[in-house]
């Protein structure tokens, strides 16, 4: 009969990933567990504000799931929701486009009127780009605004259970190094160096690749992800870059932003993730997780070669599932080709 021997080093490191993966799926549970138990909260705190009821959730339930919450876009989701809440104390903020918090009153009357100056930035268009795009309105609140008095009793019923609550969430956010608005809004915008004009010219580069489609709402999206645009982001858009494996191109959508100048933290990944959906193998569209966001790690020479070897032979196919080299040379190519005379002159 024959023996088998077994190696206990093998053994232990293949038991070590069976219990680092059972303690990660109990802890993805949890976190689930979480969320669909903050929005029950929330939900009822929206029932309660409408219905000018007592029956809202107490701050001290808010505080115990909230401080439970580890990741970052389930924080986002929550205070979306909790803004949602906000909006129903204070109705005229439904018909406000919203614009960023931090917005930089000097430097977007720059951008209005450098369109016009001799040495100003001539292809973008600032007013029509973004003081021209139509507010979005929700037609159930109209009743509500007719009715000022309503209003005014929801604002004194509800005024401090949300100063309470907000320095409840306030706190949360701040573990995480995220600011919070007092209307439960997040500073959700990138923060880069580039001029619209040069982001305009890096999504030319994008869509020129077939990574995003070339429509209007897609450009007004992407161009408001960064904080140098003054519109909020609403929606969003289709990565459709796939590799050969046909599954979503993670590593391009990363090498994007790293080349733009955005500092790829958690919640920078996050927001991105959050503006940002791919399509499965199936073709059903999904949501896209911050940790598949990562640069692609280098493989050694004998596989690059072989790799290139390949991609001779099989042509533009084989190109995608690479770490695309060319397509980050290109967005480099936009963003110096594009940027004001100033930066050129001391380049």
Not at 5 to 22: G, P, Q, R, T
Not at 130 to 145: A, G, P
Not at 201 to 212: C, E, T
Not at 316 to 340: R, W
Request: proline share 3%; net charge neutral.
């Amino acid at each position: 009969m024959k023996q088998f021997s077994v190696n206990k080093s093998d053994f232990a490191s293949e038991l070590e990933k069976l219990n680092n993966a059972v303690k990660k799926q109990n802890e993805e549970s949890k976190e689930e567990q979480y969320v669909m138990r903050l929005e029950d909260l929330c939900f009822s705190l929206r029932c309660a504000i409408v219905d000018l009821s007592l029956k809202f959730p107490d701050l001290t339930t808010f505080e115990r799931y909230l401080s439970r919450l580890s990741n970052t876009s389930d924080l986002i989701y929550i205070v979306g929701l909790l803004h949602r809440c906000w909006v129903y104390i204070y109705p005229f903020c439904l018909f406000d486009r919203p614009m960023k918090s931090r917005l930089d009153i000097e430097a977007a009357l720059d951008q209005a009127l450098c369109k016009y100056s001799r040495e100003g930035i001539h292809g973008y268009d600032f007013v029509k780009e973004e003081m021209e795009k139509h507010n979005f309105t929700i037609l159930d609140t109209i009743r509500e605004i007719q009715k000022p008095e309503v209003i005014n009793k929801r604002k004194s019923a509800y005024r401090e259970y949300m100063k309470g609550l907000y320095k409840i969430t306030d706190a949360v956010c701040e573990k995480k190094h995220i600011k919070l608005n007092e209307d439960f809004t997040l500073q959700e915008a990138l923060t880069i160096k580039l001029t619209p004009e040069q982001i305009r010219a890096v999504f030319d580069v994008v869509v020129k690749n077939g990574k995003m489609s070339s429509d209007e709402d897609t450009r007004s999206t992407f161009m408001s992800i960064f904080d140098s645009t003054i519109n909020v982001t609403e929606g969003k858009i289709l990565w459709l870059d796939v590799a050969k494996s046909h599954t979503p191109n993670y590593s391009t959508l990363y090498v994007l932003f790293k080349t733009m100048g955005v500092e790829m933290t958690n919640f920078n990944k996050a927001v991105i993730c959050k503006f940002f959906k791919v399509k499965d193998i199936d073709g059903k569209e999904i949501a896209i997780h911050p940790e598949k966001l990562k640069s692609r790690k280098k493989k050694n020479s004998k596989e690059s070669v072989e790799q290139n070897t390949q991609g001779q032979t099989n042509g533009d196919n084989a190109s995608s599932d690479k770490l695309p080299k060319g397509f980050e040379e290109q967005i480099k190519e936009a963003i110096n080709k594009h940027a004001p005379q100033e930066t050129e002159e001391k380049a």
